[in-house]
Nanobody, 121 residues
Framework: QVQLVESGGGLAQAGGSLRLSCAAS????????MGWFRQAPGKEREFVADINWVGSSTYYADPVKGRFTISRDNAKKTVYLQMNSLKPEDTAVYYC??????????????WGQGTQVTISS
């Protein structure tokens, strides 16, 4: 089992920045692909970004490419999402996810509880 706890959400202005953190714990908390999804009001949950176990490979959804950066610190069992040049359309609940194989194919095995990000114009 893997437990994921997000932090760092909040309110920011358009053009600003926020950094989300996700701390992993549990027996299977090592060796996973980790990533972020988000769900805006009235919309389906969507993939945002992922990173492999060693941190050598990252992948981003087109709407956030060039603005968001995913990284991880395995010693701290933490993954980060640095969000720059924020837009009102980035407003959503952001979920940290983890899976031993992939978070882009199928449904990730583990989900955090989510953290709200609200961007004002």
């Amino acid at each position: 089992q893997v437990q994921l706890v997000e932090s760092g959400g909040g309110l920011a202005q358009a053009g600003g920045s926020l950094r989300l953190s996700c701390a992993a714990s549990g027996r299977s908390s090592s060796g996973n692909v980790m990533g972020w999804f988000r769900q805006a009001p009235g919309k389906e949950r969507e993939f945002v970004a992922d990173i492999n176990w060693v941190g050598s490979s990252t992948y981003y959804a087109d709407p956030v490419k060039g603005r968001f950066t995913i990284s991880r610190d395995n010693a701290k069992k933490t993954v980060y999402l640095q969000m720059n040049s924020l837009k009102p359309e980035d407003t959503a609940v952001y979920y940290c996810v983890a899976d031993s194989l992939s978070v882009r194919i199928g449904v990730p095995s583990y989900w955090g509880q989510g953290t709200q990000v609200t961007i004002s114009s």
